[in-house]
């Protein structure tokens, strides 16, 4: 089955900075890269996510690169916020047939931002 | 507005008991799964259902079964809590084959077992 290791585990930037969170994937199949965030006793949500026809995807401060050849893809946040500290989570999946949309998740990355 | 709703935030279980997790969907989406939460390891998938009755094992089913006898509703059974069972369980919801594949969560259940 798919495996999706993710790095790092935690990450820590000053207000302002980028951050970049990286991921990598085993079944050359998934075609399809959700990121969820996780604020701190609150539900995962979707931010932002990529399919394997598109190499980059943006959106206001954040943005998704995915390498198919590497099977890696990355987050991207530019001048990071305090509320942008949370757990970041990177999934796979492989879309259409039987696969029912199954997500595959990384370990989890905490963010955090210091004023 | 899609909405989750999970039927307990948190529960305390005593080992061997059986134990029900409820979770229920208002936007009429095919897909529901279970996941636990456990730090360091992410979210890591139970079972998941993609049409009433229809269930499939997913990463981590041994100690579990659930249930789908309606569409809206998905339950999380432990047969015989223990105490490696400890630990946040969430459900999620995504629309369906042709449709998003966005998973909307509930707000999740600590389960404690002692």
């Known amino acids: 089955g798919e495996n999706v290791e993710q790095h790092p585990s935690t990450l820590s930037v000053q207000e302002g900075d980028s951050a970049v969170i990286k991921c990598t994937y085993s079944d050359s199949a998934s075609n399809y890269f959700p990121w969820y965030k996780q604020e701190l006793g609150k539900r995962p949500q979707l931010i932002i996510d990529?399919?394997?026809?598109?190499g980059e995807k943006k959106d206001q401060r954040i943005a998704v690169t995915l390498n198919k050849t590497a099977k890696h893809f990355s987050l991207h946040i530019t001048e990071t916020q305090p509320e942008d500290s949370a757990v970041y989570f990177c999934a796979a999946s492989k879309t259409g047939g039987t696969s029912y949309g199954k997500l595959t998740f990384g370990q989890g990355t905490i963010l955090t931002v210091h004023p | 507005d899609v909405k989750v709703t999970q039927s307990s935030r948190y529960l305390v279980k005593r080992t061997g008991e059986k134990v029900f997790l409820e979770c229920v969907q208002d936007?009429?989406?095919?897909?529901m799964f279970w996941y636990r939460q456990d730090p360091g390891l992410g979210l890591r998938l139970i079972y998941f259902s993609y049409d009433v009755k229809m269930k499939e094992k997913g990463d981590i089913p041994e100690g579990y079964s659930v249930s789908r006898e309606k569409k809206e509703r998905f339950s999380l059974i432990l047969e015989s809590a223990s105490t490696n069972q400890t630990s946040m369980y969430l459900c999620a919801s995504s629309l369906g084959a042709g449709g998003s594949y966005e998973q909307y969560f509930g707000p999740g259940t600590r389960l404690t077992v002692t």
């Open positions: 936007m009429d989406h095919e897909n």
């Open positions: 990529i399919r394997s026809n598109v």
